[in-house]
């Protein structure tokens, strides 16, 4: 710093000062302008986090809503499932118990009618007992029917998938259809070259006889051609016929219950129910075996079935018994419905066989304590009043019979928990409504 004489700093002096000053406000100046730059960017920032915080929670929030709606909807769908499945569960236990009284009385009544039928008769009488019998069998069939798809939709029935040979099955069905399609002047061939499949026997052989009763039904003309094919790894069945066809609106919609269509069988065929193409499906998919069709008006339909190849040789069917002569035979009949009681001693007599008819295990323990001869077989009931068994009656006469005593058990129930227990028992199962022919051939068999 230059002093003046005086003492006083000189102009020079002063300049320098105010530039240096200036310098250090310019410098002030940029440090706080940088500063609250700083302070604006922090706080923007600050700003903006707590945006998106309030945005994130919102979204959370909404999330969180979905979940509890979709949780409760869930929730809803569980219990409307477990609702329909108890609701199908009852329906089937229903059917099962309605089926069982209601095919009581077809059972009497075709066993009458059979009875009746091995009478002397006119011929007016015995046309009109063959439509009295027809009548009846279309009754049958439309109550087991509406059972199997009450079972089926109730996921009750269980396919036991085994070993199939196939020419024998398509063989054996073209024997049993043949007579009906030559009275229609029908050809019925069959083509399948050495192919086992997978499948449950059964519920196959079912499928295919609803397919090929189908064919015949809406064929006219012609013929119907089951085949089975090796297709892609696989097995495909084919039932072609040459018949009336379906017209396209209705291909989807003939596998509807109670759906005929617009063709017409002949006026000499009974009609049908409408319901064997539906089982069908419903057999189809409880095997997983595809189901197709195809089909031109007028010319004819093509129903094709997807089966897996099986690599197990198929077993040997067992051999068919030889049926023997029912005469002086003893038959125990334990029947607690008055009417099919009668009508089957009635069928057993005019087999030429000796018959007692009992209500209950206390009428036959009464008879026995009193002198009454054993019988030679048993016809039992499986139901009987007040929650008795017929199987109780077997037990009972074999614990007095120093021989063994064959039994044959009826009921209208197709329960797996019944047959196994009749299983069990020894004892031979046949369902209500009983075939006589069958009856009478099981009998004689078990006789020999």
């Keep these: 710093m230059t002093l003046h004489p005086s003492g006083l700093e000189t102009d020079a002096s002063l300049r320098r000062r105010i530039e240096k000053l200036e310098r250090i406000n310019a410098a002030l100046m940029s440090h706080v302008e940088r500063s609250m730059d700083q302070r604006g960017s922090a706080y923007s920032l600050f700003q903006t986090a707590i945006m998106l915080e309030g945005r994130v929670r919102t979204r959370t929030e909404e999330l969180t ?80 029917t509406l059972l199997d798809i009450s079972k089926l939709d109730a996921g009750i029935v269980r396919p036991q998938l085994q070993a199939v040979f196939l020419p024998d099955l398509l063989a054996e069905l073209a024997e049993r259809f043949k007579p009906f399609a030559e009275r229609k002047g029908l050809r019925l061939a069959v083509r399948c070259p050495q192919l086992t499949v997978t499948s449950d026997v059964m519920l196959l052989q079912r499928i295919l006889q ?36 379906i017209a396209a609106e209705e291909r989807d919609l ?6 005929r269509g617009g063709a017409r069988t002949s006026s000499a065929e009974e009609p049908g129910l409408g319901l064997g193409l539906s089982i069908v499906r419903r057999m189809a998919q409880a095997l997983d075996h595809p189901l197709t069709l195809a089909s031109r008006p007028d010319h004819g339909t093509r129903v094709t079935l997807g089966l897996p190849m099986s690599s197990v040789p198929a077993a040997t069917a067992p051999p068919v018994p030889v049926a023997t002569r029912l005469s002086g035979a003893h038959v125990l009949v334990v029947e607690n419905d008055a009417a099919t009681a009668d009508a089957m001693a009635r069928l057993l007599q005019n087999w030429d066989a000796r018959v007692s008819t009992f209500r209950d295990l206390a009428g036959v323990r009464g008879a026995v304590e009193a002198g009454a001869a054993l019988p030679d077989i048993l016809v039992l009931d499986y139901h009987l009043d007040d929650g008795a068994c017929g199987l109780d009656v077997a037990a009972y006469l074999r614990g007095r019979s120093a021989r063994p005593l064959p039994a044959i058990v009826t009921t209208a129930d197709h329960s797996e928990a019944i047959e196994a227990r009749v299983a069990e028992a020894g004892a031979e199962l046949v369902h209500k409504p009983v075939k006589p022919a069958q009856l009478r051939s099981l009998l004689t068999y078990m006789l020999a």
Excluded: W
């Design 254 to 259: 003939v596998f509807e219950e109670f759906f």
């Design 210 to 245: 609803n397919l090929v009763s189908n064919a015949i039904r809406y064929t006219a003309t012609g013929g119907i051609v089951l085949a089975g094919r090796r297709r892609a790894g696989g097995v495909r069945i084919d039932v072609t016929d040459t018949g009336c066809g």
């Design 65 to 144: 809503g979905l979940m509890h709606r979709l949780e409760r909807s869930n929730a809803a769908l569980a219990a409307a499932k477990e609702e329909a499945e108890t609701a199908n569960r009852s329906k089937t236990r229903f059917l099962a118990a309605a089926s069982h009284d209601l095919l009581q009385p077809v059972n009497a009544a075709r066993l009458s009618i059979s009875a009746l039928d091995d009478l002397p008769l006119p011929p007016e009488a015995r046309a009109i007992t063959g439509q009295v019998e027809r009548g009846l069998q279309t009754i049958e069939d439309l109550i087991k």
